[in-house]
């Protein structure tokens, strides 16, 4: 999401004027743009910020903003707190940047971390810069509704909001044209997208009826896009499980190119830690899902996060989390130990009293039965062919290509001529426990 905001934020400087650099020690102005979701994510922007205070001093003139979740969060105190930020820029502010560079050249306040219940920046055309010129974000929503307990979120990047489906087709067709091969439609909760003209999806009760008859959900989005565009690989994310729907399983299995590939966060695998986050589904829903996922869309690669030590949990709950990832075998996992955030419901209700040696524990514990099940899953594709689409060559071997298949795993194979953004066809002939190795299916 960060990557996809930016690239919106560039697209708005180079209006104003600005060029980009890629030398970060010739900028006369630098934005960090921030992550708040664990305290290790804004310890990493403290000590990216100490490091330009030597800049700083050799440079005066420079500007240091900091952009997103963690402007959201620590709004004016960042100023007081870190010595050398000049501008704080929310994420629903970007359009001010350029307006809030002039007042800090001038020593006026350059602050502005308002919240919007409609901005979704849908007239800007994002300049793709962190790219490979094959595969990138298109941003469809902002902001989440959902309120799990643990999370900030909701709080720095504000209430739920969807982009006007023409102004993203709009966005995919000048990639499309570009020769893009990829696309992934992002949101916080992808699945609650809804459009009907009328803003913030809180107000939707309110629409007029013709707005209500209009609207346009995720799936009808996803099969706009999968259709106006067949030549385009297309994935999303991030989905969930209280709101993924049917019928967005029916419109992937529907559309060859709708990658069978999804995102599936489950967070615990205790009805009693589910239920105490807020997340609106049980151990069993949360199984019934999985199992529709197999019976409508075979081999759909299947990913989540997980975190371990959430207030209160106890041995018992952590089986709970061992024994639904055993049931599911995901081929991937982003796994965390719980850290208490400022301001979220969790950190004002329950003290975070699983001690930090035993949550780490437990998340070693995740992390280790997750290797194997990527190992497995890895080594189930032994003897198959899949169609690879070439991102890049090979950091070890200049002769290799690299690229994902439709579940989202690497594969790694012989160029043999081929190119960068082609789709391949590769069969595969061995694995370790995050790469598949192959040879070009003749
Ligand atoms: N502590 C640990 N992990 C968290 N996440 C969100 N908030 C927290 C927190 N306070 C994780 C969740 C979410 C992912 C983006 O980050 O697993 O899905
Ligand atoms: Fe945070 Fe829950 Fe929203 Fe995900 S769904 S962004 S975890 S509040």
């Given at each position: 999401m960060n990557v996809a905001d930016s690239e919106v934020v560039y697209a708005i400087m180079e209006e104003a004027g600005y060029a980009r650099t890629s030398d970060y020690k010739q900028a006369d102005v630098i934005f960090l743009n921030t992550c708040s979701v664990r305290e290790k994510a804004e310890q990493t922007v403290r000590n990216k910020l100490s490091n330009f205070s030597h800049l700083k001093r050799t440079r005066p003139h420079l500007l240091i903003g900091v952009l997103g979740c963690m402007a959201s969060r620590a709004k004016e105190r960042l100023l007081e707190e870190e010595k050398m930020v000049d501008i704080v820029a929310g994420?629903?502010?970007?359009?001010d940047l350029p307006h809030l560079v002039d007042n800090a050249r001038k020593n006026l306040c350059a602050v502005n971390v308002q919240l919007s219940l409609e901005e979704t920046y849908d007239d800007i055309i994002p300049v793709r810069v962190s790219g490979n010129g094959i595969s990138a974000f298109v941003s469809v929503m902002r902001g989440?509704?959902?309120?799990?307990?643990?999370?900030?979120v909701p709080y720095t990047r504000g209430r739920e909001r969807s982009r006007d489906p023409q102004t993203i087709i709009n966005e995919i067709q000048i990639l499309a044209d570009e020769g893009y091969k990829e696309i992934t439609l992002l949101g916080q909760n992808i699945d609650s997208y809804l459009w009907y003209g009328g803003g913030p999806k809180k107000h939707f009760d309110k629409a007029s009826e013709e707005q209500k008859k209009n609207a346009v959900r995720f799936s009808q989005l996803l099969t706009m896009v999968a259709e106006r565009f067949p030549m385009l690989r297309i994935r999303f994310c991030t989905s969930n499980p209280h709101d993924m729907t049917d019928d967005v399983l029916d419109a992937i299995a529907s559309h060859d190119n709708i990658c069978r590939y999804l995102h599936l966060p489950f967070q615990s695998g205790s009805n009693r830690i589910l239920k105490h986050m807020h997340r609106g589904y049980t151990r069993e829903e949360y199984m019934a899902l999985i199992d529709r996922i197999h019976a409508k869309l075979p081999d759909c690669g299947i990913t989540m996060d997980v975190i371990a030590g959430y207030p209160t949990e106890t041995e018992e709950d952590h089986q709970d989390t061992l024994s639904l990832m055993c049931y599911v075998k995901y081929d991937f996992g982003y796994m965390f130990k719980y850290s208490e955030r400022p301001g979220t419901y969790a950190a004002g209700h329950?003290?975070?009293?699983?001690p930090d040696d035993v949550k780490q524990r437990r998340l070693d514990e995740i992390i280790s039965l997750q290797s194997e099940h990527s190992a497995q899953r890895n080594r189930s594709y032994i003897g198959r062919t899949c169609r690879i689409l070439a991102e890049g060559v090979s950091k070890k071997n200049k002769e290799e290509l690299f690229g994902r298949n439709p579940q989202g795993i690497v594969a790694v194979f012989p160029a043999e001529g081929h190119t960068i953004g082609e789709f391949i066809d590769v069969e595969i002939i061995d694995a370790t426990q995050g790469t598949l190795i192959g040879i070009i299916k003749k």
């Amino acid at each position: 999401m960060n990557v996809a905001d930016s690239e919106v934020v560039y697209a708005i400087m180079e209006e104003a004027g600005y060029a980009r650099t890629s030398d970060y020690k010739q900028a006369d102005v630098i934005f960090l743009n921030t992550c708040s979701v664990r305290e290790k994510a804004e310890q990493t922007v403290r000590n990216k910020l100490s490091n330009f205070s030597h800049l700083k001093r050799t440079r005066p003139h420079l500007l240091i903003g900091v952009l997103g979740c963690m402007a959201s969060r620590a709004k004016e105190r960042l100023l007081e707190e870190e010595k050398m930020v000049d501008i704080v820029a929310g994420p629903d502010s970007y359009r001010d940047l350029p307006h809030l560079v002039d007042n800090a050249r001038k020593n006026l306040c350059a602050v502005n971390v308002q919240l919007s219940l409609e901005e979704t920046y849908d007239d800007i055309i994002p300049v793709r810069v962190s790219g490979n010129g094959i595969s990138a974000f298109v941003s469809v929503m902002r902001g989440c509704d959902n309120m799990c307990t643990y999370c900030v979120v909701p709080y720095t990047r504000g209430r739920e909001r969807s982009r006007d489906p023409q102004t993203i087709i709009n966005e995919i067709q000048i990639l499309a044209d570009e020769g893009y091969k990829e696309i992934t439609l992002l949101g916080q909760n992808i699945d609650s997208y809804l459009w009907y003209g009328g803003g913030p999806k809180k107000h939707f009760d309110k629409a007029s009826e013709e707005q209500k008859k209009n609207a346009v959900r995720f799936s009808q989005l996803l099969t706009m896009v999968a259709e106006r565009f067949p030549m385009l690989r297309i994935r999303f994310c991030t989905s969930n499980p209280h709101d993924m729907t049917d019928d967005v399983l029916d419109a992937i299995a529907s559309h060859d190119n709708i990658c069978r590939y999804l995102h599936l966060p489950f967070q615990s695998g205790s009805n009693r830690i589910l239920k105490h986050m807020h997340r609106g589904y049980t151990r069993e829903e949360y199984m019934a899902l999985i199992d529709r996922i197999h019976a409508k869309l075979p081999d759909c690669g299947i990913t989540m996060d997980v975190i371990a030590g959430y207030p209160t949990e106890t041995e018992e709950d952590h089986q709970d989390t061992l024994s639904l990832m055993c049931y599911v075998k995901y081929d991937f996992g982003y796994m965390f130990k719980y850290s208490e955030r400022p301001g979220t419901y969790a950190a004002g209700h329950y003290p975070d009293d699983v001690p930090d040696d035993v949550k780490q524990r437990r998340l070693d514990e995740i992390i280790s039965l997750q290797s194997e099940h990527s190992a497995q899953r890895n080594r189930s594709y032994i003897g198959r062919t899949c169609r690879i689409l070439a991102e890049g060559v090979s950091k070890k071997n200049k002769e290799e290509l690299f690229g994902r298949n439709p579940q989202g795993i690497v594969a790694v194979f012989p160029a043999e001529g081929h190119t960068i953004g082609e789709f391949i066809d590769v069969e595969i002939i061995d694995a370790t426990q995050g790469t598949l190795i192959g040879i070009i299916k003749k």
